[in-house]
């Protein structure tokens, strides 16, 4: 077996060598952008990849039409690279999936490699995790074991270089917020505008009041939580007083439980309107996006992994802020979410048209493979250190009761 100072040369020597095929799958993503459960092209293209490169492939795996597995090794423990690969409504890679799917492909392809060069057990599996804008992918791949006896789940995903300071590329720990999400449905009855309104129950007016609501809890709330909403229906025509309306609602917080108590507090927003309008209201969970609970020690092991001075661990502690089905998985396994920059314009961050442009650059695809050079590096060492595996799991079962609080 190689010596550990030869690891990072074999497995950055690896994805070197398929650089040429990443880039393209890359670009095949960019230039297709497909929506959640849509990503039929970047399914197909995947399994392609990997089936050309001699892996074994699981297409349509667990359950998710466009979702994939390939898996490498045996025995040992298990480590997963999510490949994220959905778009966003008009404005496509406007978060850089793309760039997601080429690093954990690159990532997965670095440790298969030092599999093979060294003969260890372990096993690593690239996981095709589709639907993460808003989709909650990952939480059917949770349900139907695809994390199932992981020893870690790592992936990382492109933000804005101009919130960085000079010389560094990213943020390991980056902190993203638990997302509650439901839709609210008013029922009320309809009235001519102009004839009978007196006769109506109006929905609009629910929904609108408990718009306001909301607007002015916002004063009592916490500065890392955020409440945003918008209407689904809300009327078909002035001269008919709406009987139904529809609004879709987020409530993020710092942690899941602190999510689900503001969202007790929000929901009297929507169980006063009903009750000053006359209407009733109903209440449909969507689906919950957990914070995302970085382990420290595998972001520890990332940044000394990566040029000194190159990533910082912490900070900004808002660098990658939002939601992500992510967070569900770090509450399976220990888990990395990593978070690069690329060369975007001032004020042209994630979910913008800008953001999209600088996802195509060949700066940014760089960066991508420069990062999964380093997850290569930490998976290797989760998959072959048994001390630090076992430290990975020791501060990941502490964290998790600490979730529960």
């Avoid at 398929?18 to 995947?46: M, V």
């Avoid at 057990?121 to 349900?143: M, Q, S």
């Avoid at 879709?248 to 439980?257: H, P």
């Avoid at 991508?368 to 050079?373: M, P, R």
Wanted: some cysteine; glycine content about 10%.
């Amino acid at each position: 077996m190689a010596g550990q100072s030869q690891w990072p040369d074999i497995i950055g020597k690896a994805i070197d060598e398929k650089h040429d095929e990443i880039n393209t799958l890359n670009h095949k993503i960019h230039s297709a952008p497909e929506l959640a459960y849509k990503e039929f092209q970047a399914h197909d293209n995947f399994v392609s990849l990997l089936q050309s490169l001699g892996f074994n492939v699981t297409p349509h795996a667990y359950g998710v039409e466009t979702a994939f597995s390939a898996d490498f090794g045996s025995g040992g423990r298990l480590l997963v690279f999510n490949a994220e690969y959905d778009a966003l409504p008009n404005i496509g890679h406007a978060c850089g999936h793309n760039l997601i799917a080429s690093a954990s492909l690159a990532g997965f392809l670095g440790v298969v490699a030092a599999l093979k060069a060294s003969g260890a057990p372990g096993r690593v599996r690239l996981l095709g995790t589709p639907a993460e804008e808003g989709g909650g992918g990952k939480l059917h791949l949770i349900d139907n074991g695809a994390y199932k006896d992981a020893a870690a789940c790592l992936m990382t995903h492109p933000g804005p270089q101009y919130l960085l300071k000079d010389g560094v590329t990213g943020v390991a720990a980056v902190k993203m917020l638990a997302n509650v999400k439901w839709r609210v449905v008013f029922t009320g009855r309809t009235a001519h505008a102009a004839m009978e309104p007196w006769n109506g129950a109006n929905a609009l007016d629910a929904v609108c009041l408990a718009y306001n609501a909301v607007s002015m809890l916002r004063q009592q709330i916490r500065p890392y939580q955020r409440i945003h909403g918008v209407f689904r229906e809300a009327g078909d025509r002035p001269n008919i007083i709406p009987d139904r309306s529809v609004a879709e609602f987020y409530v993020r917080s710092d942690t899941l439980k602190s999510a689900e108590r503001l969202w007790e507090r929000v929901k009297k927003c929507f169980e006063g309107a009903a009750y000053a309008t006359g209407c009733e209201v109903a209440f449909e969970a969507l689906n919950t996006y957990a914070d995302l609970r970085s382990s420290v020690p595998i972001c520890k092991a990332f940044v000394d992994s990566m040029p000194a001075g190159s990533v910082a661990l912490y900070e900004p502690a808002d660098f990658l802020a939002g939601s992500t089905d992510m967070g569900n998985v770090t509450y399976e396994c220990p888990g990395f979410h990593g978070a690069f920059g690329i060369n975007t314009v001032q004020g042209q961050g994630n979910h913008t048209r800008g953001f999209a442009d600088a996802s195509a650059l060949d700066s940014s695809f760089k960066t991508a493979i420069d990062w999964a050079k380093g997850m290569g590096v930490v998976g290797w060492r989760i998959l072959t250190d048994d001390a630090f595996s076992e430290e990975v799991r020791n501060v990941w079962e502490e964290d998790m009761k600490a979730a529960k609080q």
